[in-house]
Structure formats: C-alpha cells, structure tokens
C-alpha cells in the first residue's frame, strides 16, 4: 500500500479541501449549521449505532449488496475487456441516490430535525429523499427545475406519490443548478428545523466526504465481489459523472490501487464544440459555486454557464471538488460522450442485455463501448449501472422520433 | 493609507460625520448595469444627491443564492445589458469624478471576482475608487481568499452577522471585519418578509458590546417608516429590494429611473433622519442604555 503522502484517499482536510478544491463558500447564516453538521458526522461516524443502522436499511430496506453482473453478451459484442456492471439500479427507488438518502436521512434523525429539503435534477435524487422522508415520518420539500419537471414527469408524479411537495424553480436556467439556489436559499431562511439532504458530492464541507463515505458502499462491495467471481481486483473502472456522487462512490475504494485504470464519463450533450455539453472538467476553469471551490462551465466573467445534456442528471455546470482533484493530479482520466452516443449505447445494452440503463450509465458505457474492444480479454472492466432507465424511456422516445 | 481618504478611510469619515450629526445613515443597495450601466451612473448619481450616506453597488451574478426575486430579477437585468466585473469598475470610475465624499460599497459573490483575479480585482476595485467589500459566500473559515488581501490593500471587508451568528462564534466573524458590520436582521434571502424592530434591537446590542464598529441593518427594510424604526439603534439601515424594485419597475413602465430612485432615497433619508429627533429622549439609545446608538463613542 502506499503511505500517506502518495494516498488519494486521504481528504478532505480539516477545512474541506481537497488540494485546491472544496471549502466552504457559504453565506454566514449557513455556516453554523454546516459547522453543526460536521460535528455530528464526526459523531456518528465514531458510533457503533450508527454504522449498524445504515448497514440495516442497507440490508433491508435498499437491498444491498447490489450485485456484480458478468455482462457475457455485451462482452462478447465488443469483443474485448471482461465486462461487468455493479448494479445499482437494483436498488430500491432505481438509483444510487438512495444510498446517500439513509445515510442523511439517519444523521438528520440524530440531530432532531423536523423537515427535509432536496434539490433534484432527472428527479432521481428527489424520489429518493421523499422516499426516506416517508420511511422516516418527516415532510419533505424537493425542489426541480421547470424544464426538469417538464422532461421527467414520472419522477414528479412519484414524488407526490411519496408525500413530498414538489417546488417547481423558474429561476435561471431551470435546471439543477437554480435547484440547488433555490434549495440553499430555503435552507437559509428555515435553519431551526430543516435538514438539507445534497444529493451529490458537491456542496460546502462536509457534504462532498459525507455523500462520498455514503456511496462508497459501492466500491467495496465491487471489490468483495470481483475477488470472488474472478479471484482480484478490477483493471479498470468506468462511471458517470453529473456532480459525481456515483462515481466517487465506485472509485474511492480503488484510488490508491496503482494499476486501476479510473474513467470518468461527462456528457458531451451535443459535442464539446457546440458549446452545449455538461463537461465541467473538459471544458471548464475552477471557480466556487454552491459552497465550493470546483471546475464549473462559466464565462471569462465568472458568470456560470448553461449546461446542457439530454440526460438531467449530467446536466449540471459544476462537478464535486474531489473529481477536481483527481482531474488535476491525473489520477482520474475524466472523458466526454455525447447524446448521441449515449442513446446508442441505451439501445445496445437493451438489446444485448435486457437492460434498460439510465440515460446517465448510458453514458458511461458509451465510454465502455470505445474502450473493451481495444483491450485484452483478460482485463476486467467494472461500469456503475447507477440507475434504470425507466424514467427516460419519453425521452428515448422522442429522440428516436417515436410517439408514445 | 493614502493621504487622500479614500478606501475604509472614505468609510470610517462618513460615519464620523453621522456620528457629528447624531444620526444613523442610509445605505442605498442597487445592482450595477441595472437595467443598463448609463443609468445605473445616474441612479448611484441620484442616490448620493437625495441622502444616500452609503452606496452599497452589487456586481451582478447568474447565480445570487442569498438575495430574494427583486434581486435576482435585477442581476438578470444588469447581465442581460451586458454588465462585467470591468464595466461595473469603470463606472465606479466615472462616479468618482462627480462624487469624492461617498463611499461606495462593491457587493456580490465571490466567483466573479475570483475569475477576474484576486491579485488584479484589488488594486483595480481600489483605483476605480471602491472603499469597501461585502462578499455573501466567504464567511470567516474562507478569509484567507478574499477578505485579508483586502485590508492589506486599503479597503474594507465588511461582514455580514446573522441571526444565526451565536455568542461562540460572533469574535471569528468580528475579528477580520472592518468599516462596518453588517447585521442581517433575519435568517432568510433578501427581500422577503419584514424584521422585527425589538428582536432586531436586541441582537444589535449583543453586537456592540463585543466591537466599537459601526453596525448596520439590513434585510426586509423597505419603507421609511421600517428604516426609521432600525435607525433608532443601529448605525445605518441598508435598504436594497425597494430600491431595485423601483428601478425596474421604473425602467419597464418608461418613467426616469435615475429620478424615481432619488425620490425614494429622499423619502428614507427623512425617515431615517426624523428618527431620532422624533423618539430621541424614548429611544434607549446611547444616553440611557449605554449600548444603543451613536452615543458610545
């Protein structure tokens, strides 16, 4: 193993920062709560209860583990690297999103709140908070951009279902980023009661290591189970990135393991070229918003930029500051698929599979689909299968030119 | 420091002189570039001409997480006309010949600036006259950014306290602040909802008994009447959304925006002004408490 100083896994810092990355950007009137926050995670990280609940709702109520599936047909089409998917769309609600969901959702029940908030984006992160609300007994709030709400109406419909009020954002751009604005300024306002449930890596200190440490899940069930189908660890991992919590989620177990090949997937939307992409680390500069210090699409101006993606999961104009990191210490090789690719692989896997993947998997398996046939048979290449495509299945449609 | 008081000089002056005339001041907020950057030199203009003793100038962002819709329409406004961290500092500029005595306040977030370049924003914003910053997203733990590059350089890096700022923490957020403090009079964003005078009143005094700055209010101030009632205890009243609400307001039914925003500075500015003489022997500042008003110094 390497020491300390060569180890990726070892931030943040005790001022949230991963190199240059991270911190804690916020208004005053949030910083002691965040302050609060982080005391009480250090807590429940240090108590026994709180590990054996989360492994409890792991277990029983998400459905963990997921499982490792040896993807024979697609890896026999692509005629190269050993393919296999962590299946997280397994999970209860669809989605990886879950896993963080518990994991607030107990540390908001240690610290007596009384309402959750959320920010959604494909609505993914949004059933999943209403979902734990409900299991908890506390009302929730979600807030989704108008455009989002527009594009992934079964997810609004499902959130109702569960209880939660659905806030439409009309601000900005619509989508996840006047979201998560419009959530923050919330928070601000409601900061006796309310717990601010971040649905990915990103945020001020300590969400980016607290939604980390809740997805990390991923990856060590990922090594637990390749060690038993093929005897080691993987030569390569591949995974989406929006703001990257799925992502994170697989990798972190693996950063200090020298010979893995670590891919990030951003989507390219209509191709870097044409200006409407979601790929912050490809095309964007550093700069702080929404509480941290990160790669985001902005103009020379600092002003924050559209991002476009036909999944509105991807389409976000920042990424977490760990991904930051290990963009800038090359750790991570970060790429970029377009829509189009991502449409092809969703009907590849379907085909070849029996899956229907998630418009944002479908763009790490783009990714897949250009690397495998390049590599030797016995490379073995894990992808995050981070949610069911389910909910895109109208937007298929109407990219394919089809009337449901 | 210059010889010539300009910077947290500018700032301190213009509340010695309150402090001479025994009264609070009125800090006017308006974003830069709204609803273009002509008109916004008038409206600072006019501003200064009709009792604005403070101009708190927002430099426009896509993305303001602390202010309400009046102030997020009005960051539309002025980016839609085109305006930039550079433009909003040559306006400044071009204030500054007609208007050496008020200070001017440049607010906003900090991305702006920090793509623009901490290292050249400074010495530029500084030039172009600036006295002062307010930046809602750098809180103490992030002082090393922004806020003591900013006191090296001569100007004030002015910080907000909140109702949420406890006993425990109200020293770290003093300890760096100067010029003034700036007293969020309620958990929330800007422009929503209204402050309770007498909580207000007591928050403000919990604030002055740990520093000797100026302390100004803000949030939820819109009326003459709500200025008066903070400027009875506090330092300033900031009044921002009625402001930007005028000018747009103004600016869509074709009306003179400079005028109108001039108007409504005068209308506070009386306010303000009446206040003390009107409840002065009631008002348990200064005198009576010992903890109120411009009286402790």
Known sequence: ??????????????????????????????????????????????????????????????????????????????????????????????????????????????????????????????????????????????????????????????????????????????????????????????????????????????????????????????????????????????????????????????????????????????????????????AGKPGVLHGNRTYLLQDDDGQILEAHSISAGLDYPGIGPEHSYLHDSGRVKYVAVTDTEALEAFQMCARLEGILPALEPAHALAQVRKLAPGLPADHLLVMNMCGRGDKDIFIVARALGEEL | MTARAGGEARIDARFAQLRDEGRAGLIAFVTAGDPDLATSLDVCKALAANGADIIELGMPFTDPMADGPAIQRANLRALRSGTTVARTLEMLRAFRTFDAETPVVLMGYFNPIYRYGVARFLPDALAAGCDGLIVVDLPPEEDDELCLPTRQAGMSFVRLATPTTDDRRLPAVLENTSGFVYYVSMAGITGVGAPDAGVVKRSVARIRASTDLPIAVGFGIRTADQAAAIAEFADAAVVGSAFVDCIGDTAKSGGDVATAAGNLA??????????????????????????????RR
């Open chain 2, 266 to 295: 005068r209308e506070l500015s009386a306010g303000i002004r009446g206040a003390r003489r009107k409840h002065g022997r009631h008002a348990g500042s200064g005198a009576t408490s010992g903890q109120g008003g411009m009286g």
């Open chain 1, 1 to 282: 193993m390497s020491d300390k100083r060569n180890s990726y896994r070892t931030g943040p810092d005790e001022r949230g920062h991963f190199g240059m990355f991270g911190g804690r950007f916020v208004a005053e009137t949030l910083m002691p709560l965040i302050l609060e926050l982080e005391e009480a995670y250090t807590a429940a990280k240090a108590d026994p209860e709180f590990a054996r609940d989360l492994e409890y709702y792991f277990k029983h109520y998400v459905g963990r583990p997921s499982p490792l599936y040896f993807a024979q047909r697609l890896t026999e089409h692509l005629g190269g690297a050993k393919i296999y998917f962590k299946r997280d769309e397994l999970n209860h609600t669809g989605a990886h999103k879950i896993n963080n969901c518990i994991g607030q959702i107990l540390l908001a029940v240690r610290m007596g709140r009384k309402r959750i908030i959320a920010e959604t984006g494909a609505g993914q992160h949004g059933v999943a908070t209403a979902t734990v609300a409900a299991l908890f007994g506390l009302p929730c709030t979600v807030y989704m951009g108008a455009t989002d709400i527009e594009r992934q109406q079964p997810n609004v419909f499902r959130m109702k279902l569960l209880g939660a009020e659905v806030k439409p954002v009309t601000s900005g751009s619509q989508t996840l980023k006047d979201a998560m604005n419009e959530a923050l300024r919330d928070w601000v306002t409601n900061v006796a009661d309310t717990f601010y449930i971040i649905g990915t890596v990103a945020g001020p200190h300590p969400y980016p290591e607290l939604v980390r440490d809740f997805q990390s899940v991923i990856g060590r069930e990922t090594r637990a189970q390749l060690l038993e189908a093929e005897g080691r660890g993987p030569d390569s991992l591949v995974a989406c990135i929006g703001g990257g919590s799925n992502a994170m989620g697989l990798f972190h177990e693996f950063l200090d393991d020298e010979g893995v090949e670590i891919y990030g997937v951003e989507a390219a939307g209509h191709g870097i070229e044409t200006g409407e992409h979601a790929a912050s680390l490809t």
